[in-house]
């Protein structure tokens, strides 16, 4: 997902995206949802949130974080 929507999904929860970074700002989501703020902490590409709105970009950024 494009930060763009990121930010628009943040604003329609009313939530301020200021100069937050991806991550950052789908883990405030995530807690404002009520779901743990696990964004990009998948361990070995596993995760049990399978309805996930952010699965598609979560395992990729955990696989790229891990490298760091």
Avoid: Y
């Amino acid at each position: 997902m494009k930060m763009q929507e990121i930010r628009e999904v943040a604003r329609s929860m009313g939530l301020k995206s200021g100069r937050l970074n991806k991550m950052t700002l789908i883990r405030t989501i995530q807690l404002n949802e009520g779901n743990f703020d696990c964004f990009a902490s998948a361990l070995n590409g596993e995760c049990d949130q399978l309805q996930c709105r952010w699965r598609e970009d979560c395992l990729p950024a955990a696989k790229k974080r891990r490298k760091h």
